[in-house]
Every structure is written in structure tokens, then in C-alpha cells.
């Protein structure tokens, strides 16, 4: 006869410990906090993604961790931000979790004030330097208002983790916190081979100010390619107006976001990937986005600005065409001379493959799980 252990037992040695986690994007689409996520219920966490809810909102997908949307009336702006944080505050407190983590500046005042309502840990995860976005140092007193809420905030979480060196750096200096390095790796994927007779130019996540497409889209004009553009963002509207302005319909397809699977394929098929950024900001300077380790992994050349954080990887690597500058032209050469000389292309792919033996995400997750682990000691 077998042994049954009672059910209040089962319950109390499921999980080793509870974690919530907030973001303030459509959770569909976040396949950074998807990675993360099924990574610590793996490991026998139980886990809870908040995000926002939308109006074109697909049905939440089964995972292997719980998922919770709050709606909200306004869509963008202060307004949005203000009502997003309350409610958020408030579902906060009617959950019970033992560790409650902000995904960047956005959700960090909830977050503090309902952990220390309910004296429960807290964690900062930096995925980027939020106060220097393209988007809200050129606004003096936008950014006025989050660099206030770091300054009051950030201090006040010991715990978190960073992408790369320079932010975890800048932090600790900004902010006297010293907080440990996650990279943005992805999961291994199977390698398929090029169709060859169809060239695809791939570019991936957000359309926001600051990502090069007012010279991007008028650089297709001297490329014979397609544009793939897998996103959307605060620049949307506006790359919209230029593809018609420049005449480049024909090139050029906007998918706004996908599903993470649907982007898997899509980047199989592609032929280069795009990695661009102005350098205005230190977020874009010293970035180092999640797509470009996604082309990395699915063996694609790409175009890539020559910044500090992907400079020193493809010094290592040798895995991207680098760039010194956004300009039309810059762009357009690039792009040319990946598409026509087979030498130069076939040397970054043999790169590309075998440098994801090793930037994957089963070389990052131990980093993630022994982080977490060390909270709850």
C-alpha cells in the first residue's frame, strides 16, 4: 500500500519560498521576465508576474508560474504611471508573498511601500538606467520627477541585479547599492538554415525614440532587402510616417509585437539582425538589448552600434558588423556588405554559432538562482 503524506504537508514543502514580481508592460510579449520566471518555478519557487492589462490584451498563455493583469483607464503619460502605481500598491498588499521584486523604476514605489507595510523582502532588478532613456532626459522635468524617485527609492533596496558592469557600477556609485549581474541571455534554440533566395533584414523590440529609425527607414531606400519590425513603442506612429514618406512600403513590414514563439520563427528566417541606438543617454550608450543576444543565438550576422557593452563582447566573439555611426549612409553600406560579401557573412554566422554554446541562458541561470537563494538564507 502506498504512502500518503497529508495535504497541508504537500502544500507547505511545494515552494520554497514566494516571489512576485511587477512590471507596467503587456506580460504576452516580456519574454525576459517569461525566461526568469519559469527558471525559479523550475527551481520550486512560487512565482507571480503583475503586468498591465490593454485593451487589445491576448488571453494569458498557461505557464508554469502565476500571472495577474491590472487594468487601468488611462493608457499612457503621467496619468497612467499614477493610476498603474496605485493599484498596483494595493494589490500588492492583499497578496501574500515572502519577496516582492520591481522590474525597473517604474514599479518601484509600490513596491517599497507595500514590502514595508507587510516587513517582507524586497528586490531591485535594473535592467536598465531608466532615468537615462532617450525619452526622458531630453524632458527636464519628467526626468526630474524619476530621478527623484530613484534617489528616494533605490537606496532603500540592498538587494538586486543588473544586465552588465557599467550600470551595476553606476548604481553603487549613484546610489550605494551593490547588486549582482544577471545578463539577458536566451534559451537555446535549434539552428535552421537560410533561405538563401529571400534576404531578410530583422530588427526587434521596441519602437522607441533613440532606436536609429529615422535613418534606418531612410536607408532602405539604398538596400534591396526587407525590413522585418517585430515591436511597438513611442515611436510607432512616427516610423509609420516615414516609411511612407520615403516611399519604402514595398520593403518594409510592420508586425507590431508578437508572441515569443512567433519571433523565434521569425528570426530563423531572417538574415540579419539590427542592434541600433543613439548614443544620447547613457541608457543607450551602455546598453546591452536582449536582441542582440537573440540573433547571436539563432547564428545571425547583424548590424550593431559600436558601444562599449557590445564592443567588448564582439572583441571576444566576433559576431557583428559594428558601427561607429547611425547615419543613412552608415547604415545602408553596412547592411549592403553583409548582404553581398559571402566571406565576411559566413565568418560572423561561424562566429555566431559557436559563441551560443556559451551565451545562453543555461550558462546565466545558475547566476539568477543562486542570487535568489541567497535572499531567503
Not at 495577474?68 to 497612467?80: A, D, P
Not at 557600477?169 to 534554440?189: D, G, H, S
Not at 548590424?303 to 545602408?332: G, M, R
Request: proline fraction near 3%; charge should be positive; charged fraction near 20%.
Amino acid at each position: 500500500m502506498k504512502n500518503f503524506m497529508p495535504i497541508y504537508l504537500l502544500k507547505a514543502i511545494k515552494y520554497l519560498k514566494s516571489i512576485v514580481f511587477t512590471v507596467t508592460n503587456d506580460l504576452t510579449y516580456d519574454r525576459r521576465m517569461h525566461r526568469i520566471c519559469n527558471s525559479l518555478a523550475a527551481a520550486g519557487y512560487e512565482v507571480l508576474l503583475i503586468g498591465r492589462k490593454k485593451t487589445d490584451s491576448k488571453t494569458i498563455s498557461e505557464n508554469s508560474f502565476n500571472q495577474k493583469r491590472l487594468g487601468c483607464i488611462f493608457q499612457k503619460g503621467i496619468l497612467f504611471y499614477a493610476e498603474y502605481n496605485l493599484k498596483l500598491f494595493f494589490a500588492l498588499l492583499q497578496i501574500k508573498a515572502d519577496c516582492f521584486c520591481a522590474i525597473d523604476l517604474d514599479t518601484i514605489l509600490p513596491v517599497l511601500f507595500a514590502s514595508s507595510l507587510k516587513n517582507k523582502k524586497r528586490v531591485y532588478d535594473a535592467h536598465e538606467l531608466f532615468t537615462e532613456q532617450k525619452e526622458i532626459i531630453t524632458r527636464p522635468f519628467i526626468h526630474s520627477i524619476w530621478s527623484g524617485i530613484a534617489k528616494f527609492s533605490i537606496p532603500k533596496f540592498k538587494n538586486g541585479y543588473t544586465v552588465n558592469d557599467f550600470i551595476k557600477n553606476y548604481l553603487q556609485q549613484q546610489y550605494k547599492v551593490n547588486y549582482a549581474i544577471v545578463r539577458n541571455l536566451p534559451l537555446p534554440c535549434k539552428l535552421t538554415s537560410n533561405n538563401k533566395r529571400e534576404k531578410i533584414i530583422l530588427y526587434q523590440g521596441a519602437v522607441n525614440e533613440g532606436r536609429c529609425f529615422e535613418t534606418l527607414i531612410p536607408a532602405m531606400q539604398f538596400v534591396e532587402a526587407k525590413l522585418i519590425i517585430c515591436g511597438e513603442g513611442n515611436f510607432f506612429d512616427q516610423t509609420k510616417q516615414l516609411i511612407k514618406t520615403c516611399n519604402v512600403e514595398d520593403k518594409i513590414e510592420l508586425k507590431g509585437w508578437v508572441t515569443p514563439d512567433d519571433l523565434v520563427n521569425i528570426t530563423a528566417k531572417a538574415t540579419i539582425g539590427l542592434t541600433l541606438f543613439e548614443a544620447t543617454g547613457l541608457n543607450q550608450y551602455q546598453s546591452l538589448a536582449n536582441r542582440f543576444f537573440d540573433y547571436i543565438i539563432a547564428a545571425k550576422p547583424q548590424v550593431c552600434v559600436n558601444f562599449p557593452q557590445y564592443k567588448k563582447i564582439n572583441e571576444a566573439f566576433n559576431i557583428a558588423y559594428l558601427i561607429t555611426d547611425s547615419s543613412i549612409n552608415t547604415i545602408a553600406n553596412a547592411l549592403n556588405e553583409l548582404l553581398t560579401n559571402d566571406e565576411l557573412y559566413n565568418t560572423l554566422q561561424t562566429n555566431c554559432i559557436k559563441a551560443r554554446e556559451e551565451l545562453n541562458w543555461l550558462t546565466e541561470e545558475p547566476k539568477l538562482l543562486a542570487f535568489w537563494k541567497n535572499i531567503f538564507i
